[in-house]
């Protein structure tokens, strides 16, 4: 039980980053894009997305263009690391609840 509490820990700590990331990425994108483009990067989800459409770009600035793709990766390998976690804590959970059943004897609900 303490390693689910734990990893809770964990994926909560996780997603505080997320969004210190994905605050850095917006700092950075501010230079780069325009207002219409920006919104377009950014879904309703709050999720970074690769868009179909050519972006107007403000700045060429290579730097600032390489500092935003590293965000970029950074947030997706964020998000895959997240996805894994909270999977693995819903396997656990299961499994706890299972024990937790067969120990007290109690009816599947």
Do not use: H
């Amino acid at each position: 039980m303490v390693d689910y509490y734990r990893a809770v820990e964990t994926i909560q700590f996780l997603l505080d980053d997320g969004i210190v990331n994905k605050r850095l990425l917006r700092e950075k994108y501010m230079p780069l894009l325009n207002a219409e483009s920006f919104a377009k990067v950014v879904d309703s989800t709050n999720q970074v997305i690769n868009v179909p459409e050519l972006l107007y770009l403000r700045s060429a600035n290579p730097e600032v263009i390489n500092e935003c793709l590293i965000e970029i990766d950074r947030i997706k390998a964020l998000n895959l690391a997240l996805a894994n976690g909270i999977q693995r804590l819903k396997e656990r959970a299961g499994r706890i609840k299972a024990f937790i059943k067969n120990e007290y004897r109690l009816k599947n609900e």
